[in-house]
């Protein structure tokens, strides 16, 4: 990874506050009632709407370079497991809550190296 930006492509752009669409709030992957969210006029993305902010995708790489130092995975899987969250787009905070971006970088490194959730977590 050199920086360069992940998947998505979308140049994000919000609708006027009179086009807000009312949507279920979410936090930590519960409804909390309906608030007005924001979308995108471009792609239809619907904006985040969650008091936790998205990480940069750097946090994600560093964690993901501890837990290899510390439970034995090859590069091979490091790679696979990059390539699946660039898929999943988990650089694009526009849409992603924090608790989203956990949930993808967690499935991602189950798949590619069968290391239980309770032990990745560990280092989130
Ligand atoms: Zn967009």
Redesign the pocket.
């Known amino acids: 990874m050199r920086g360069e930006r992940l998947i998505s492509g979308?140049?994000?752009?919000s609708c006027g506050d009179k086009e807000k669409v009312w949507l279920p709030y979410v936090f930590r992957g519960r409804e909390r009632g309906l608030r007005p969210h924001a979308y995108?006029v471009?792609?239809?993305?619907v904006k985040r709407f969650s008091g936790e902010k998205p990480r940069d995708t750097g946090y994600y790489l560093n964690v993901l370079g501890l837990l290899a130092g510390e439970q034995r995975v090859t590069k091979v899987q490091i790679r696979l497991i990059v390539q699946a969250l660039e898929r999943a787009g988990i650089d694009d905070s526009?849409g992603l809550d924090r608790y989203q971006q956990e949930r993808l970088f967690i499935d991602a490194v189950v798949r590619y190296t069968g290391i239980p959730e309770e032990s990745i977590r560990k280092y989130l």
């Open positions: 979308c140049e994000h752009v995108c471009k792609c239809g993305l526009y």
